[in-house]
């Protein structure tokens, strides 16, 4: 792992700052890096203000959107709600077709079918509407490379309004409107919305227009939080305060979908984390397993015991998930060692029989062991598709870019994408992509990289550091939680690996007169540095740990380094 300590801010503004907040500088140090350097603007991270976010009109065409959806309602026409399959896509669909519910008795919902359509607005789909005397589709998480596919609606009298968050290629489609802050014409001043973010946006303005309150619109922002947190865009500006309210809302009054899934989930109060790795791969598992309608209808039932039939259902769906990324994984490991592709710039793997359904999961498994861009194929249809993963700082859709000769289509962010091709392009793809990672992929981002904020003494640690670190979160990008080193620390003496193969290091650290109690997950092979007592630096988060009712720090230890 590579160490990298984040710049000290100025010092002069690090203790006005303190002074002003009556905080450690310790504390005033990590809002600084955050570029908070007033009380005022330190008031408004700390206590998130929906009244802070942004006028929805100032995204391009807006108001041509709440127009022609306004036009629609009174005009009783039918409007197809229509999402992508993953967590961003299905909570869209829930958020903007139960909105239009309350104004509308003919908003139908439409998830393509991963394995039939793939991913994005689909021919059957809209094939579908014109069959259902559909006049209006709204796509949300999709749409933005969709022109051709316009095209075909208008010949058959469907307007399109598209809600995306995806780079737009180098044409944007002839739509109603088309809602995307990333189009470089959209003078929207938050750039990082998902997809739920943008639909969220959208109803906001239909609000605004119908003069109706704004308090209509809370009971939404569970869905919204989940799409954030589950997306991984940055937890930044409006995300920030989004999530925020959202989390909120999901620890006091979750809507009764939430509350099915959560129904065996034993915790006072859920953080980011928990939606992360709780709730979004279950919402995943229905698109990926079986069909993403199946979470749709989870987000938006009314009745309990309904509710928790669907649950039950997702559930299977995320048990069987598992077995099979699990079983996925340890193929595509086996293909790398049998092509001797261990020390290749990137991997690309790819088996017919793979279940579309885990290889993005998979994708993201192998950067874990082989760290570099990674890209796993499966048969769709007559076509290859593929998930691509990234490592930090690789922007590996520029990447893609430099293989659109190989590809029949593709589309993504930074550090994910999708794509398809033909089976005769695979292997020219394969080789052009390791050529671009090879020569663009720099040194310093071939390992894993820890950004340490500060340096902090044992002794700095106390209950109301924690506390007021507490109130960092909701984390995500832009917004990680602290991370802090300290020198010069030794083991008691009774540390020890732990958990299945020992993968996991337990320890109690001490320097002078200060010890913390310290787990690292998945850092067993550290263990000889504790064993031997030698005089180490550790990078690390802190941590509550409750034994026996009993709440104590702990330390989440990141990383070990020996002290020679």
């Known amino acids: 792992m590579r160490w990298t300590i984040k710049p000290q801010p100025n010092l002069n503004e690090v203790q006005h700052l303190s002074k002003a907040l009556g905080v450690p500088d310790q504390i005033s140090r990590l809002l600084v890096q955050r570029d908070i350097k007033t009380f005022e603007e330190a008031k408004a991270f700390f206590r998130p203000d929906l009244k802070d976010l942004h006028d929805p009109f100032l ?95 208008k010949e058959k009298d469907i307007d399109f309004i598209i809600c995306d968050h995806h780079r737009p290629g180098a044409k944007i489609p002839d739509a109603i409107a088309v809602l995307d802050p990333k189009r470089e014409d959209c003078p929207y001043p938050y750039k990082e919305l998902c997809g739920c973010g943008v639909g969220f946006k959208l109803i906001q303005a239909i609000t605004f227009y119908l003069q109706e309150p704004f308090s209509n619109l809370i009971p939404y922002l569970d869905l919204v939080a989940t799409a954030i947190a589950a997306d991984i865009v940055p ?12 989390l909120r809302l999901l620890n006091t009054k979750p809507r009764i979908g939430f509350k099915a899934l959560l129904s065996s989930v034993k915790k006072e109060e859920l ?28 987000l938006k039932e009314e009745h309990p015991e309904t509710a928790r039939q669907y649950a039950q259902e997702i559930e299977h769906f995320n048990s069987d998930r598992r077995v099979t990324d699990q079983h996925t994984t340890v193929e595509a490991l086996t293909q790398i060692i049998e092509n001797n592709e261990e020390a290749n710039a990137s991997t690309v793997v790819y088996h017919k029989a793979w279940h579309k359904g885990v290889i993005g999961i998979v994708a993201s498994r192998l950067t874990e062991t082989y760290y570099r861009p990674t890209v796993v194929f499966t ?36 550090y994910a994408a999708g794509l398809t091709l033909y089976e005769h392009q695979y292997q020219d793809f394969k080789n052009k992509f390791e050529e671009v990672v090879l020569n663009t992929l720099s040194t310093n981002l071939k390992e894993p990289e820890i ?8 002794s700095e640690i106390t209950p109301k550091l924690h506390r007021i670190l ?60 504790i ?26 230890v990141k990383d070990i380094k020996s002290i020679l």
């Open 59 to 153: 995204m391009k065409d807006m108001q041509k959107a709440v127009d022609r959806i306004v036009e629609a309602l009174q005009n009783k026409e039918r409007i197809l709600v229509y999402g992508d399959y993953d967590v961003d896509g299905t909570t869209s669909v829930a958020l903007l077709s139960s909105f239009l519910e309350t104004k509308s008795s003919l908003i139908t919902t439409y998830i393509p079918d991963r394995y039939q359509e793939g991913y994005g607005v689909s021919y059957q789909g809209i094939d579908y509407a014109s069959d259902n005397d559909i006049s209006l589709i709204i796509t949300l998480d999709c749409g933005i490379k969709a022109i051709d596919k316009v095209i075909y609606a």
């Open 235 to 246: 937890m930044t500006g409006e995300n920030r305060i989004l999530t925020y309210h959202g």
């Open 271 to 298: 953080t980011i984390t928990d939606v992360v790795f709780i709730i979004a791969p279950r919402i995943n598992a229905a698109g990926r397993m079986k069909h993403g309608q199946h979470a749709v209808m989870l």
């Open 379 to 414: 048969k769709s249809g007559d076509k290859l598709a593929a998930s691509v993963r990234s490592v930090k700082g690789f922007d590996v859709y520029k990447a893609l870019q430099q293989c659109a000769d190989h590809l029949e289509q593709f589309g993504g962010h930074k």
């Open 451 to 458: 950004i340490i904020d500060n340096t902090l003494e044992f």
């Open 470 to 529: 507490k109130q960092f979160a909701p984390f995500g990008p832009g917004n990680m939680m602290p991370v802090f080193m300290t020198e010069g620390v030794k083991d008691t003496g009774y540390g020890k690996c732990v958990g299945s193969d020992s993968k996991h290091l337990k320890a109690t650290f001490v320097k002078r007169n200060s010890r913390f109690n310290a787990i690292g997950f998945n850092l067993g092979s550290k263990c000889d540095f």
């Open 531 to 556: 064993e031997n007592q030698c005089s180490c630096s550790i990078a690390y988060t802190i941590d509550e740990n409750e034994w026996n009712d009993e709440i104590t720090l702990q330390l989440k």
